[in-house]
């Protein structure tokens, strides 16, 4: 079974990882040395997650006491916002670096197509309650983590919440084909247009809230019938098949928890196959939901 997809420039991914957004400080750390120990090779991480401190410290640790190599570890990293400065994006690149205790990561993703204002006052949004902006342009931004493959910081780069038409435009002028765009996907958001595009254009895909993230309980894909009935077939969860699902489109996927046991659940998915018709009901369910959209909480219709 293929636990790997391959990027663009030939470098390996697990196709499935661990997700560490909102997982708190206090707790992630543990969770990341437990995921290691069950066996994900794949962590993603960012600087906007407010933790990659404690996730340094388990990794680190991990690989001083021969749990695992470094080599075997994929680790994402992600620009913020407020960093797409080409003056600054060596700069924070190497904070994520030292805080995650590596001298290089796997990937490094542009977080948002957006530059933010860095140093935006009291008040991160404008009297109009649109988040402040700074004039830069993901173009100059793009160059600047180009050379941070070219100085051996990262191994990849590649973006995140990138639509179809910005793709196209960073395919116009970039010298290194971004290898992934990561993107909000599970039952309620699948995708299907976004997804075929990157995967024409050879640019892997992987799902965040893959699970329908962690605000909207009464509104998770977790909880709908098909899936359940699905989960029953082959005596697996429902997280286990909305896991399972990316796996069978060829995404990657990364589930996040600090569960012990769910953990352990969320990576065993590698002993069954859903067949055509299956994944074909789960799709169905599309309604082009998000639970992460910015228009909420940046004031901007990004998406649209
Ligand atoms: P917790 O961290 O308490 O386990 P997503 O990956 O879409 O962001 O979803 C994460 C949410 O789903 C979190 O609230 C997480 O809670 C929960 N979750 C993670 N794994 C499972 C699982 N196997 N079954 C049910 N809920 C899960």
């Known amino acids: 079974m293929n636990k790997e997809l391959k990027l663009n420039n030939n470098k390996k991914m697990p196709i499935l990882g661990f997700g560490t957004w909102q997982s708190n400080q206090g707790i992630v750390g543990k969770a990341v040395e437990d995921a290691i120990i069950s066996g994900y090779r794949h962590v993603d991480c960012a600087k906007a997650y407010l933790n990659e401190k404690e996730i340094g410290d388990s990794i680190s640790n991990l690989i001083s006491n021969d749990k695992v190599k470094r080599n075997e570890l994929f680790v994402t990293g992600k620009l913020w916002n407020a960093d797409h400065d080409p003056r600054n994006v060596v700069k924070t690149c190497k904070e994520s670096l030292l805080d995650l205790k590596l001298d290089y990561l796997d990937l490094y993703l542009m977080h948002w197509g957006l530059s933010f204002d860095p140093d935006p006052g009291a008040d991160q949004l404008d009297k109009n309650g649109i988040i402040k902006l ?3 342009s993901i173009q100059e931004t793009w160059k600047a983590m180009e050379l941070l493959v070219n100085d051996g910081l990262v191994k990849s780069i590649g973006v995140s919440n990138f639509t179809s038409p910005m793709i196209i435009d960073l395919l116009s002028y970039c010298k290194i084909t971004p ?6 996907i599970h039952p309620y958001n699948t995708q299907q247009e976004l997804v075929g595009f990157c995967h024409k254009k050879d640019i892997q895909v992987t799902a965040y809230s893959p699970l329908g993230g962690t605000g909207n309980a009464n509104k998770s894909p977790l909880m709908e019938n098909v899936v359940g009935k ?4 082959y005596k697996k969860t429902p997280a286990q098949i909305l896991i399972r699902w990316n796996i069978e489109r060829g995404i990657s996927v990364i589930p996040k928890t600090t569960n012990s046991k769910r953990i352990k ?9 859903l067949d055509k018709d299956e994944v074909e009901r789960m799709n169905n369910l599309n309604k082009n939901y998000r639970f992460v959209d910015p228009i909420n909480f940046w004031g901007i219709p990004y998406f649209n």
Request: glycine content about 0%; hydrophobic content about 50%; overall charge negative.
């Open 179 to 184: 290898v992934i765009n990561q993107i909000e």
């Open 265 to 273: 659940e969320n990576i065993d998915v590698f002993d069954f196959f």
């Open 230 to 233: 699905i989960a029953k077939k």
């Open 134 to 136: 700074e004039q830069v």
